[in-house]
């Protein structure tokens, strides 16, 4: 079972701006974004892009795919919650399947 995985922007607030004493005005400005464009991520209304993830990076000395894979782990909880509720069935057919087995 997956566990719960904060928001990226709780990262970012918690582990990165809080200990280096970083404002978000300032922050937003080193990463070339609007205070409220930052705002949202930090405040979990945003989740990080692509390019969100390359800024982060650069701004933070770490990878592009550790910001994606944080947002990724974050999504796939918060729909994960909702398993039950989703109204899919297992699609079966006459061939073999994708591993060329049978039915």
Excluded: C
């Amino acid at each position: 079972m997956m566990q719960n995985s904060p928001h990226p922007g709780k990262v970012i607030r918690e582990e990165y701006l809080g200990p280096l004493g970083v404002t978000v005005t300032d922050a937003a400005k080193a990463l070339g974004i609007s205070r409220k464009s930052l705002s949202a991520i930090l405040n979990g209304r945003a989740g990080v892009s692509p390019e969100m993830a390359i800024r982060l990076s650069i701004a933070f000395d770490t990878t592009p795919e550790s910001w994606l894979t944080r947002q990724m782990q974050f999504d796939l909880w918060q729909v994960e919650q909702k398993r039950d509720s989703l109204k899919v069935e297992r699609i079966k057919g006459d061939g073999p399947g994708p591993t060329g087995e049978g039915k």
